[in-house]
């Protein structure tokens, strides 16, 4: 038998529309990929994926340890930072990482987030009341959008006529997950970043001097093992906590409601029964997952499946194609409310996994609830656009026909 290379290439058009026909493909015929273009191992198989974000201490989330070429790529990026060598949680290691994780654990705790629900609601509600009774209705600038924006502002403290550049800023420095960035992205993102900065820096000194009861407050004055965050950890953190809980969010939104109206039968079942929606986001994580891949670079030589994988080397966990594994979940291509099967990675697993899970959890069980109680019919009214990265996916535009 010949032996035929596998060929992936997530730079072609037709990924962004549908990146599982190359992922399972990839699955299939060598779920331990070299991408010689991307410099990086892509896996692609659940139990891989899995081991990769149990073992921290192989697979480090600090890009100090990524070695050869793109060492070098990302101590220039730092050296070009606004927040230089600063780590953020999800950048770090034990023991640092404890420490920081320690510091926003309490603040998304189910109940934390349960409290928020009424306001949240009451957010939805105003943002829908915008929507036609009967028409067309983009969901993404209508809600998916504007609704975690305006959550984590509030949340943070920050004054709500700010959220439009808010929102610009986040996603302005949400293209650091895509591969290819062009000089142009990169400056982007700097610039963004050092508004950004600028920006939470008023919000900071004033909380220094008083304190309010907001997540920028509680960054200010919190105290984790004994030791304070310095001005630029909490930088990092309330930019960290700006981005990760904003487009993710958003795709979910997105993207569940592409899955519903490509499953219209499970349209017509959460109708009827509306306490089954907490369990059909758990289907839509899996089914399509925002966060499609985790980065890990290797501290030591190791194996992975029949490849060896060399200190240093960086490392992709498509947690989007380990949710579509057919040996963890069968005939994982079809979208089932009854599949009662929530091992999916699509929060992430271990000592990284998501902190606003719960949060995002609850926002998107609102919106859908929302929606569908508002219209009795909702329809696709065109073709969704794609946006996202390599790494992050969802609509940018998702036109509906809603009906009352
Ligand atoms: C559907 C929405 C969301 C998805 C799919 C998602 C996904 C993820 C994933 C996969 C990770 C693990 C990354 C890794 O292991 O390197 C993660 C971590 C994280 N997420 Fe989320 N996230 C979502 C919403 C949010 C929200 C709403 C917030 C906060 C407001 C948030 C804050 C964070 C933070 C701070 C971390 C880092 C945790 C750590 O390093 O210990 N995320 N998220």
Redesign the pocket.
Known sequence: MVNTPVIFNPFVPSYRRNPYLQLDRLRAAEPVHRSDALQAWILTKYDDVLRV?RDHETFS?DARNAGGQIAAAIAEQRTNSPLGDTRS??ASDPPE?AFL?GI?NRA?TPRSVEALRPRMEEITATLLAEAPDTGEWDLMAGLAQPL?VIV?AELLGIPPEDRVQFKAWSDRIALTTDIMQSPETIESIRTATAELIEYFEGHITDRRQHAREDLISALVSAESEGRRLTGAEVLAFAI??LV??NE??TN?IGSGMRTLLANPEAMVALRAAPECIPAAIEEM?RYD???QG?VRFATRDTQIGDRTVAKGDVVMGM?GAANRDPDQFPEPATFDLDRNDSRHL???QG???????P??RVE?AIAFREILARWPSVEAAGDAEMGGTFLIRGPVRLPLAVAR
């Open positions: 974000l989330s949680v999800l990482h994780r926003v998304f975690p984590i960290l906590l990760a809980g993710t969010t979910l994580l997952s925002p966060v985790i947690t699509a929060f992430g000592i990284h996994y998501c902190v606003g899970a949060l995002a998107a």
